[in-house]
């Protein structure tokens, strides 16, 4: 979306499940393929220390982590 705005792509559409329009809100909340995305972050966030439920850290609290 943001390169849609900047005129450097002619596609807005979510390149996970091509069903909607690649906003924040579809890819944390509406995306058929969240689940995956939010497991991702989950691990990188694990593995960086954080043990935050993953709702915090995605508003920004990551706790005490590098």
Do not use: F, Y
């Not at 509406?30 to 508003?59: F, H, Y």
């Amino acid at each position: 979306m943001r390169l849609n705005s900047l005129n450097l792509s002619n596609n807005d559409q979510c390149p996970l499940c091509n069903a909607g329009q690649e906003t924040d809100d579809h890819l944390m909340l509406l995306c058929k393929e969240k689940v995956d995305i939010s497991l991702w972050l989950r691990i990188q966030l694990t593995k960086l220390g954080c043990l935050k439920p993953l709702k915090s850290a995605i508003k920004g609290d990551v706790g005490n982590g590098p």
